[in-house]
């Protein structure tokens, strides 16, 4: 009887860990596919117990709002009606993007400002760029020194239009174009909508475009 028990429990062990093992799988496929992840450049690791003893054939993952790719985040874990939420820690490695050189505020950044380098993805801050083309051109609010990771809330993008600016706004209609002038009521960049005061203090909606003129469809 004891031989018994304790096979018993040396056979629930193994069929946790097989599960937990299938469970890490299905994690796998989901962030593959969900997010083109290279499976031999991340890790999964479970931050909490499994409390499941099986898992679905079918199972399928939600994320929580403050998931940002990689470190630790909280997921949902639906198996038919039931569910179950996961911490779950990933842990990366890949490209991102960092500064060559000293970038001083307020410089509108450039190709030649930017090098790419390889790294730990989940040690790096919130919202670093992993492509350039995602950092050129936009404006950095405070000095950026050389390699260091550059994110987007040191970063914005390059406003053609800024707050106060007199602005040519143009009015179309389907057959007419009425020009007149106004003022910007907040910056923005090219094919951005933004607020703009027309000289008899009608405020409107816009779309700047490429000369930086405020278009108003009709």
Not at 60 to 74: A, E, V
Not at 148 to 166: C, D, E, G, R, V
């Amino acid at each position: 009887m004891k031989l018994a028990k304790i096979f018993f429990i040396l056979l629930f062990n193994f069929a946790y860990e097989t599960n937990a093992n299938d469970l890490i799988s299905h994690l796998n496929i989901f962030f593959k596919r969900e997010y083109s992840f290279n499976i031999n450049n991340f890790r999964i690791i479970m931050d909490n117990s499994f409390t499941r003893k099986q898992i679905c054939k079918k199972s399928s993952f939600l994320l929580s709002h403050n998931f940002y790719h990689f470190g630790l985040f909280d997921i949902l874990y639906i198996c038919g009606k039931q569910h179950e939420h996961l911490k779950i820690k990933l842990e990366a490695i890949g490209k991102y993007v960092v500064a060559n050189k000293k970038i001083i505020r307020g410089t509108k950044i450039n190709k030649s400002d930017l090098i790419r380098i390889t790294g730990r993805l989940d040690k790096l801050p919130n919202g670093t760029y992993l492509e350039k083309k995602d950092v050129i051109n936009r404006i950095n609010v405070r000095d950026i020194l050389p390699f260091q990771p550059i994110t987007s809330f040191i970063t914005h993008k390059f406003w053609i239009i800024k707050i106060n600016q007199k602005v040519t706004i143009k009015f179309k209609g389907v057959s007419f174009e009425i020009i007149t002038i106004g003022r910007a009521l907040e910056n923005g960049s090219i094919k951005e909508k933004i607020r703009v005061q027309i000289e008899n203090g009608k405020v409107v909606s816009g779309v700047i475009n490429e000369i930086g003129e405020i278009v108003v469809i009709l």
